[in-house]
C-alpha cells in the first residue's frame, strides 16, 4: 500500500489487480498521423521545428516526421537537417508503405542527412482489408519480406507496422509477424487503426503479438502499440499495452488524428509520470500543447483534461474556500489536491480561483488579495452581487471596474 501524504489514502495501490510495469518510451506522432486530420492546418517548417523541439524538452526520443512520398517532403528535409546539425537526440522515422519504391526514398534521405531513418513500414493485416483490397495472406507476406530485406540491404532500419492489427485474425499475424521478423524487422507495431480495443482486448491482442516474436526469434526485436480515440480509449488502452509489455507507445499532441484522432501524447504523459514511469520533468508540457494547438489550428476544448482551461479553475464556493485556506497556510501541496486529483505544480500549471454566481465571499477576498486591494466590506458585497446576478463568471476587467465604481463612490 501507498499513499500520497499522510492525508491522501490512494486506493490506486489497494488493489492485488494492480499491474507491474516494465520500462516503456513513447514515439510522438503528431508531425504525421496528426497531420493526416482532414481539420488541421499544416504546420510551416518553423512551427514543425518548434513542435520537435518541445517534444525533445519533455523527453521524447524519437516520432515519425511525415510521409515522404507525399508533399510533405521539403518540410521532411528540414526536419532532418535540423535534427542532424543541431546533433538533437532524436530518432526520426517516416512512414511507408511496405514498397521497395517507398522505402528507397528513406534510404536516399538517410544518406543525404547522414543519420539513421526509422522506415515504419505499413500494410493492412485484417480480412475485411483483404476482402475490399482483393489481397490473400501470401501477397500480404510476399511484399512485408521485399521490403524488410530491402531495408536491411540499405542499412535501413525497419518498424513492420500491421494495420487494423486489433481486427486482425491470429493466424494471419502469425503468419506475417514471422515473415518479417525472419526477414530482419527490428521493431513491430500493433495498430488499433479505428480504435476499436477495449483494454482486455489491447492486452490480449498484445500478449499474442509479443509471444508471435518471440517464437519468431525476435528476442531483440521492439513491440510498439499505436492507438486511436474512436470509442474514447485510446489513453487507457495505451496504458493496457504498457501493462502487457509494450515497450513503445504513440501518440500525438492533443490526440489530433483522422476520425476522433489518435491517443493524445499531453494525456498519456502525465498518466506516465502519475505512474511513475516518466523520469523527466513535464513542466514544459503546457507549451508543447500550445504549439500543437496553435500550428494545427486545433483550439484546447476548455474542460480538456489537464490543459484545458477550466482544469484547474472554480468560481465554486466551498471549492474556493478549501483552495484558499491552503494557500493562505503556505501548502502548496494541499491548496493542489483538495479538489484535484492531479498536481497542477508538477505540470507547469496553478491553481485559479474566479468569482461567478455560485461563489462566495472566499473567492472575493482571495481574488482582492491577489490583485493587491484592499477589500472592504462594500467592496466584497458589490462584487458578489454582480457574480450572482450575471449568467457568467467574472472576467478580471468587470472586477476592476466594480472596484473603481464602488471606490469612486
Known sequence: MTVKNEWIYDWNDETADKPVFGAVTVDDETLRDG?????????????KIAILEAMISLGIRRGDIGLPMSSQIDDIRGLLRHIATERLPFRPGLAVRTVVSDIRHVADLQQQVGIPILAEAFVGCSRVRQLVEGWDLAFIVRKATEAVEFAKQENVPIMFVTEDTTRSHPDDLRVVYTAAIQAGANEVCIADTVGHATPW???AVVRAVRQIVMDAGGTDVLTNWHGHSDRGLGVINTIAAAEAGCDVLHATGLGVGERSGNTPMDQLLVNLKMLGLWEHDLQTLPEYVRRVSNATRIPVPVNYPVFGSDAFRTATGVHAAAIAK??????LVGADTVYSSVSASQFGLK???EI???SGKSNVLFWLENAGIRATESLVEAILTAAHESRTVLTDNEILEIVRCTVTK
Open 35 to 47: 497531420l493526416q486530420s482532414p481539420s488541421v492546418r499544416e504546420p510551416q517548417l518553423d512551427e
Open 356 to 358: 461567478g454566481r455560485m
Open 326 to 331: 491552503a494557500m493562505k497556510r503556505g501548502d
Open 351 to 353: 491553481q485559479r480561483i
Open 201 to 203: 482486448g489491447t492486452r
